[in-house]
Every structure is written in structure tokens, then in C-alpha cells.
């Protein structure tokens, strides 16, 4: 047994684990147990042992009180009469050190039948080894559950100079990495750690919006219509009811309807689903966070955006730098702000607002751009802007005020009725966030929704659909709100420095294995 399988064909190491399998039924020996009460886990299990180095409470030969840990077995050294294993759990791994004089005759024995993946508890004092390493001799070990299938460990080098690890091998296919995520996550430390890190800042998000005041809902997946952003959805059908349904594309429009039924600060953090291609920074099925805030706007929702990723920043991150890709990105308040008609206007050489539609689809065709059947002015000025201008947005930067085509749900700027009062905000080229005064005039409303309508008439599939019910909601009265829609995914992304969005969903969508 060794860090890394024998290069045999797959099958006949099966066949062998099988084999093993039978071996340990044949000894009486459980391989499959019903449960297991380990003391320590590995790091509390060295830390207590430094501790107790330190604190002079080691016994005369250096060995401490007994520890109790469980674990898979990542690594095997078999010396003859001794054995040297390293055992991983949650939390981190530890050395065990197996002497036929110490476990008795039977039981080192019966080490033979362990694999690589295996399972196991052991109970043991601890001790330094002569390199230094802190060390379980193990005085009685248990199967926890035999592993017929071998994990694709790398073999591990430690320079004893330096320090400094060399990993060999492992698990290489990227697709394969998404597809068997649980087998990833067994032999890659470092994508447990972004997993670790993507569960603390939807926590620090909680806690921020929390403090602030807001209530965390929930609304319906299964939905009669689907709203609230410009997306293709999924569709199924309710049997009982024989109606279509649609699975959600965004939160928006019920978290509204609350506002209207008096909750004045509520968020979700919720799974949307868009029946959209895959890309680098789209899956089909993905997080977003979205609250709303009576009596206020789009300016004061900038504000508590800053104020929320800096809480982030200093509670996971430790510091207020995002380091993504060769981008080492400071984040200082206030953030950049940029008009999104001006900025593209200047990229493009000519002023937006006085491009006609025939004007727009010939840049966009001129540049490459895919996907431009049946699109509008705010599809077309959409595309274009993420081709000419969103890549050059690193730094956190507020693109605001969007043509009107644009933003169906956000109310007429004050100052300029051919836009909104809408902001995005990107970093590393990636939008993030993305804001409104939100629309509360339920007249406005129905002509909004009424020229979603009529494009998709004209082919656009993700055009918005006019819900009725929820004009009916806004005739009853919003107040002045605030809202935003945050992608959990992409902030996870910035914040570990992934370059793809898979490789912070644990179970991404992939097409189906051939």
C-alpha cells in the first residue's frame, strides 16, 4: 500500500478490494460500522500535544495522555515490523505509527487487509518523531468502513529543509473533478477550504443584513409566472392542477409583494434557475442573494453595498484586497462610479441615445457578437457594453443609471426620463451587484411590462411577462424601495480566487456522461 494506486487496470484493483472485503467478514471484523466516538479531532490532537510539550506535562519518555481520533487512511509506509500511516479527517491529518509490540501480534496483522480510502479509528499516546513530527502510537485501531473504489491521491513530498511540500499526480480531469465532487473533495484540501470559505460569507452576509435590521423570508420556487429579471426559465407542469409552472429566476417580485404587505427590510438567499447556456461565470442553477428596503434608493443601496462587501472583506478575508487572477484589487470606500450610456458611448465613439436600433445591431454584428436574434434596444445596448466595457472593470466600480429598454423594473431617473435609477456593480470585470429604485408606479408598471411583451412577440424569449398580480400588489401601495440582487457565486469566486463559477457550486451541471 502506498500514496499512490498501482498502475493496474481498474478492474483487477476492484477485484482486489472485493478480495479484501471477504478477508475482513472472514475475521469477524465489521466493515462497515454503525458508528464511532473519536476524542479529538486531528489539529485539537497536536495542538493539545504541543501544549503539553510546552507545559512540561509529557510524561519521561515524551509520550502524552491517550488521544482517540478517526479518519481515512491518505497515506501508507510499511516498514516490516512497523508500520507509518497517515489518517485525514475534517479538520486536518495526522501521523500514526503502528509497532507489531505495541497492537500485539493479531491486530498488526490484520493491518492487511486495509487499503488508501479506508476508514479507520485508532486510540493511542502521542510522541515527536526524530524529523519532528507529531505522531499517534497507535495502541488499538478499529475499521470504520472499507473503501472498494481508490481514491486518486497524489503522492506527497516534504522537503526537510524547507518545509516545503511537492504534490505528485492526483486527481487531474477537471471535468471528472466536478462530476465526482465528493471524490475531489477527499483528495484536494485546498477545495474543501473555498467550500469552508463560501459557507463563512454567506454567514458574514447574514449577520451584516441582520444587524441592519432586515428579515430573512422565503418564496415560492415553483412559480405560475416568472419574473423579475430577463432570463430564459425552466418549465415544468403540476399535474394536480394541470398548470404550467416555472422554476424561478429571480426572487424580486414576491420579496416586493412583502414589501408591500408591510415587512420594510427583507432578504433571501436563495437557488435561481435560468435555462441558459455555461459559461465561465453562468450554471443554470445558481445563489443569489436579493433584499429590498422601504424608503430608500438606489443611492442608499450603493451605500450599504459598500459597506456589506468591506464587512466581508475584514470578517473572512482578514484584509480589504481581492487578489483574482493577476489582479490585486484594493477595496476602499468610496467605490468608482461610471455612467453606463457615457462610458459605453465613449467606447463605442458615438452617443448611445442617438444610435437607432439598426445602428446598434450593426455594431454588435461588426464586433462578433452572438445571440442577437430578436433583440431590442436594451439587449442590444447590454451586449455591447459587457463586449466593449465590462472586462476593463477590475477595480469595484458602479455602473449606473441604464437606459430605460434596459431596466423594466426600476424606476425613470429624475433626472433624465430615457433612463433609470439603476446601478451594477463589478469587480474583476464580473458584476456582482445589481440595483434599483425600485419601480412602485403600478401604471408605469403595465406599460413596462407591456413592451416586454411586445418583444417577446418579436422573438425574445427572455423578454418579461406582464403579471397581473403583482400590479395588483403595487395599486395597493409600495412605498420608496431600495433593492439589490447580489450573485453569491461570483462574490465566492472573487473572494477564493477561482476563475470559474463550477468551482464554487458543489455539484455544478454537467452533461450527462457518455
Known sequence: MSDIEPTEDLSQILRHRREKLEEVVKRGMQPFAYNYSATSSTIAAIEGFEAAEAGGTLDE????EPVQIGGRLVG??????????????????IQLYFRNSVVGESSFEALSVLDVSDWIGAEGRMFRTRTGEVTIQVEGWILLTKSLRPLPFGKVETDAQTGERTVYGGFQDQEARYRQRYADLAVHPDVREVFRTRAKVITELRRFLDAEGFLEVETPVLQPLYGGASARPFVTHHHSL?????????DELYLKRLVVGGFERVYEIAKDFRNEGLSRVHNPEFTMLEWYQAFSDYEDQMDLVERMLVHVLDSVVGERVIRYGDDEIPVTMPFRRIGLVSALSEAIGEDVHEMSLEDL?????ELGISDLEGSGRGKLIDKLFGELVEPGLIEPTFVIDHPKELSPLAKVHRDDDRLTERFEMYIGGSEIFNGFSELNDPIDQRDRFETQAALRDQGDEEAQQIDDDYIRALEYGMPPTGGVGMGVDRLVMMLTGQTSIRDVILFPI?????
Open 76 to 93: 501508507w509506509r510499511d516498514m516490516g515490523r512497523s508500520v507509518f500511516a497517515h489518517v485525514e479527517d475534517g479538520q486536518g491529518r
Open 361 to 365: 445591431m450593426g455594431k454588435a454584428q
Open 510 to 514: 454537467l452533461r450527462s456522461e457518455e
Open 242 to 250: 394541470d398548470q404550467r409552472m416555472y422554476l424561478r429566476i429571480a
Open 61 to 64: 519518555e515524551g509520550y502524552s
